[in-house]
């Protein structure tokens, strides 16, 4: 008992792993592709069905047939396509609609159109009107059929009522928006031709081309009635399909309607049975391969075609035109601002600010051109435009924010650098005027050339008003610093004419200079008078000539000079004695060996 337990477990999940890893192998039947949601107001796909289509590599077209339920539509298909009733689409002859949704008849009918090997798909859609369906559903229905389709055959019975004009007025804001770029050189995508197809009893009277002119003709309106004008508006609008339609009568098949699926064509009435081979040249004569933004469609690109549709469709509570174009232009968008965000990428920032400004009109205009060029739509598109002028506003905003950071990154570097150069030449062991105006004038064009962008400005003054201040400090230490340095150069000269050349007038130089600059000057100089005193000029004027000049700057070489003359008045000390004697040296020693001959007295 156990063990049949487990192999009846075993069987049922058996049978589920099989069917649901199976795919479909039958493809001589209709299949959904769109089914109505459980609210039935919105539409989903049925991936049934996609699969039949996606699996078509050659070029897709589609006849979609759509009309008021029980209309006949499905028997119309299944005369299109040389089926049985058993065969083809189902047809029902209860007052409630078959048909859900759009359905697809999974074998697609292989035809040369203009040498292109095309797929030739039929689609049947559910009708208009049925109990227990919202007319937005029905807007939807008729949208997609409208779009996806390239022959929409508008099936009527008996004759064409003004609800039937009025359920166009979606499909000509579509054909106003899409269709009126086909005469240019950049196609949206091509229209579907629209069949006026009229079923009635009786051929006698006017024909269907005059129904449909009469039916079209604007309705007078002398009382200004706000929807009398809204239907004639439809009327003048319908003039863009005008050279994209054509219209045809069909008679009646039988007069026993309920059993057609029962009769054969030998039943059916010969008018009947003529005009429908006539129909079926007419349809084959104007079906095109479904054409998007210039490109034939596939099997797997018509099925993203109509995903992006019903995306669109079930994006409000009630399909718009609007929408559609919205959809539509997402990828066009994407790739434009792309476009110019490659464009703002490829600058080497930072940079002046209008200089980055024209860039951006320049990729600007550029990425808007490439939007004019691929865009669909003619009215709604302007929403697109905007939205991709807001989204590189923003793209815009964030380069000018990043070129802000840059520059004040480089411009506070250079100013970083050009305060430390400053430090540096504050504490030179020689003081020298002119070389802390070249590195203030080397600081200051660096700076200039260097700093770029927004930041500029700003750093100017702050760098401006530094240089300035490092200057006004560098002077006013400047004299003090060198009166030091004299004071200390005075004693030195002593010592040296004192002890190593023992020339008396040097020494006597520089007594008299120690004396001058810490007597008289410090009595009669004040340290303002000082700067401006001809001798100290005179004084100034030397001093720079010695210390610093482009030849030599005897600030970076006082130290390897000073040990250099060190070495050399070493070298005279220990060996110029025994060459030359001793009388320009001072001795080391004051020491005889022999000692005195004089003799020793008690």
Known sequence: MEISYWIFVFS??????????????????????????????????????????????????????IGPYRSGKSFLLNQLLSLSCDEGFGVGHMRDTKTKGIWVWGTPLEVDIDGVRTSVFYL?????ESVGKSNVYDDRIFALATVMSSVLIYNLPETIREADISRLSFAVELAEEFYGRVKGQDIAFEPA???????????????????????????????????????????????VMGDNSTAFSLPQPHLMRTKLCDLKDDDLDPMYVKKRGQLKKLVASIIRPKIVQGKYLNGKEFVSFLEQILDALNKGEIPSTGSLVEVFNKGILERCLKLYSERMGKLRLPMPEQSLQDAHERSREEAMKAFEEQHFGRHHAKKSADQLDEEMKEVFKNVIMTNEYQSTRLCEALYTQCEDRMDQLQVLRLPTMAKFDAGLQQCNQSFEQECVGPSKANYEQRIMKMLGK??????????????????AFSLVMVVIGRFI?????????????????????????SAESLYYNPVWHFIVSAWETIVYSPILDLDRWAIPIACMAALGILYCRCYGRRKHGSQWLLPLYNHQKGGSNRPRSD
């Open 470 to 487: 490092s200057r006004s400090l560098f002077i006013k230490e400047y004299n003090q610093r060198l009166f030091n340095w004299l004071v």
């Open 124 to 128: 049947d859609t559910e009708g208009f």
């Open 193 to 239: 031709k629209l069949l006026w197809l009229i079923q009635r009893d009786f051929l006698q009277g006017k024909s269907v081309k005059e129904m449909v002119d009469e039916a079209l003709r604007h309705v007078p309106n002398s009382d200004g009635d706000k929807n009398i004008d809204q239907v004639n508006q439809i009327r003048d609008s319908l003039a």
């Open 12 to 65: 049922i999940l058996l049978v589920f792993l099989v069917s649901g890893s199976s795919s479909i192998d039958n493809f001589h039947q209709p299949f959904p592709i769109v089914e109505p949601d459980p609210g039935h107001t919105k539409l989903r796909l049925s991936r049934e069905g996609l699969e039949a289509i996606s699996r078509i590599t050659t070029p897709i077209s589609a006849v979609a047939v």
């Open 501 to 525: 050349i023992k020339f008396i007038l040097v020494e006597m130089a520089a007594w008299i200079l120690f004396i001058f600059l810490e007597t008289y000057t410090r009595m009669f100089w």
